[in-house]
């Protein structure tokens, strides 16, 4: 079936359904002119990819691209936040960061043998203690709390950041339509992380906080169980002082693994 085909079958889908709805619940003129509205505003304020997270649609497009039986961590959405070029760097925020410091580590392997991966790259992002991203926070240097770094020789990797906090979905028109039909409006605390690899499928997915807020109920409806890892506290005085550190600091620990590529269709080896 070639793209205008699987566009005009779309189109019937989606009429259908919206048809349906307004039989259903005998939708008004003023009605249709607020939703004409919503979705000017949604469009003004940049927002039609939250809306299509908030609405599923991304989480159903994520299920039906990536099989869930294969080995290897799992897949979740991108989301509308991240900014590709984020500096090469194993601390990702301010020394005096807000909030609490979160060194972030793991392994990366090959999902097939489970041998380490050295040269893997992580593209990592994530809000601040403030509940913000960078690019929607004034009081947040450029590219704070984004950054990329490589697995070392052991396919091993560390980085410093602080702990993520629940976040609320921005400010507009979205926003004001999940409070008006009385939904949640936060997503829990996540890292979202970018993985590549020479000779390995990349792979886009986010690391959720056991035990923490909104993990049943995010807004998006993203949190698989394979994805959430456990928040250490440490707070012996004297590894702190070795560390460098006068307050509380906390471990998370995570394992990715990825999936070898697929050879590409016309990539022969010429013999
Ligand atoms: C987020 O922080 C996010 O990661 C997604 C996918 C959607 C809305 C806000
Ligand atoms: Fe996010």
């Known amino acids: 079936m070639d793209a205008d085909e699987r566009l005009r079958l779309a189109v019937d889908r989606v009429s259908a359904a919206l048809r349906e709805t307004v039989e259903e619940l005998q939708v008004t003129e003023n009605e249709l002119r607020a939703a004409l509205g919503f979705l000017g505003e949604v469009g003004q304020a940049g927002q039609f990819p939250l809306l299509a997270d908030v609405l599923g649609v991304s989480v159903a497009v994520d299920e039906v691209t990536y099989d869930a039986r294969q080995p290897g961590t799992a897949s979740s959405v991108e989301g509308p936040f991240y900014r590709p070029g984020a500096p090469v760097r194993t601390q990702i925020c301010r020394d005096d960061e807000p909030g609490d410091v979160c060194f972030v580590s793991g392994r990366v392997t090959d999902a097939t043998t489970g041998a380490p991966l050295p040269g893997a790259l992580l593209d990592v992002w994530q809000a601040g203690a403030g509940g913000k991203y960078e690019h929607e926070d004034p009081e ?115 394992d990715f693994a990825l999936v070898p590529a697929a050879p590409r269709e016309g990539a022969g080896d010429g013999s």
């Open 140 to 254: 947040q240097p450029d590219y704070n709390l984004r950054g990329r770094l490589y697995s070392d020789d052991g396919g091993t990797y560390e980085l410093r950041t602080v702990v993520p906090p629940p976040y609320e979905i921005p400010q507009g028109p979205v926003n004001r339509l999940l409070a008006r039909i009385g939904r949640n409006r936060f997503r829990p605390a996540h890292f979202h992380v970018k993985l590549s690899c020479e000779g390995y499928e990349p792979r886009t997915t986010q690391l959720f906080l056991e035990g923490g807020a909104h993990l049943d109920d995010d807004t998006i409806g993203a949190v698989k169980p394979e994805l959430t890892g456990r928040l250490e506290k440490h707070d012996d005085p004297e590894q702190l002082s070795r560390g460098g550190l006068d307050r509380p600091f906390f471990t998370y620990v995570y």
